[in-house]
């Protein structure tokens, strides 16, 4: 029972690993659905596991996750949702926000 059951864990870790998208890119064309290309701030000393390129595909912002308005270092948040900024600002990426659904006539949700 203990073998079937670390089994079962072990897969289930893989795939989740899986999922986490590893995948160098240039732009976003070199993404798949539904995630953009992220190059990350780096500063001289900086190492890049991705060479040249230096992005890596990111998936959308989803409900209640956090992003930035300008999304200048973040993917932006699934269609359907907008980044609402809470007011705070990191240096250099701009102000953060939350990806949220809007009804029309109403407050963001």
Not at 26 to 35: A, F, M, Q, R, T
Not at 54 to 70: A, E, K, P, S
Request: hydrophobic fraction near 25%.
């Amino acid at each position: 029972m203990n073998v079937l059951l670390c089994s079962v864990v072990l897969i289930v870790a893989i795939l989740q690993v899986g999922e986490c998208s590893d995948t160098c890119c240039n732009d976003d064309s070199d993404c798949p659905e539904l995630h953009c290309c992220v190059k990350p701030l780096r500063g001289k000393r900086s190492l890049a596991s991705c060479g040249n390129s230096g992005g890596r595909c990111t998936r959308y912002g989803g409900l209640n996750q956090g992003c930035h308005v300008g999304h200048r270092f973040t993917c932006p948040c699934l269609p359907g949702l907008t980044c609402v900024g809470t007011g705070l600002r990191e240096i250099p990426q701009g102000e953060v926000g939350v990806c949220r659904t809007r009804s029309y006539g109403k407050k963001w949700r």
